[in-house]
């Protein structure tokens, strides 16, 4: 069964910092790229991040880049998302995505597997 489960999402102040981890298992990480998304209520779900599999491709979001820093540790079968300089709009459910691709994708219909999310809350 494959499982991918986030975390490290909390409540910062704006100009904050957080990282996400997503932890994946019943899947050969290393075959799947691995995406960042996230919602709010009434709101489409909006890509933020993918990377390739090996790590070398990346791919932001124009709302995040600059700030946010995705990254994969595919020994740990871990992906991993760096945020810097949030702002509120980045108050969001984080959900990370894995897809068996050679490439990368910011198209969620591409995406096999999904986690549940984690809240990220920005607020002074």
């Known amino acids: 069964q494959v499982q991918l489960i986030e975390s490290g999402g909390g409540s910062v102040h704006p100009g904050g910092s957080l990282r996400l981890s997503c932890a994946a298992s019943?899947?050969?990480?290393?075959?799947?790229?691995g995406g960042w998304f996230r919602q709010t209520p009434g709101k489409e779900r909006e890509f933020v991040a993918v990377?390739?599999?090996?790590?070398?491709?990346?791919y932001y979001g124009d709302s995040v880049k600059g700030r946010f820093t995705i990254s994969r540790d595919n020994a740990k079968s871990t992906l991993y998302i760096q945020m810097d300089n949030l702002k509120p709009e980045d108050t969001a459910t984080y959900h990370c995505?894995?897809?068996?691709?050679?490439?990368?994708?910011?198209?969620?219909?591409?995406?096999?597997?999904w986690g549940q999310g984690t809240q990220v809350t920005v607020s002074s």
């Open positions: 019943g899947l050969t990480f290393s075959w799947y790229a």
């Open positions: 995505a894995a897809a068996h691709m050679t490439g990368i994708s910011h198209n969620a219909d591409d995406y096999d597997y």
């Open positions: 990377v390739g599999r090996n790590g070398s491709i990346k």
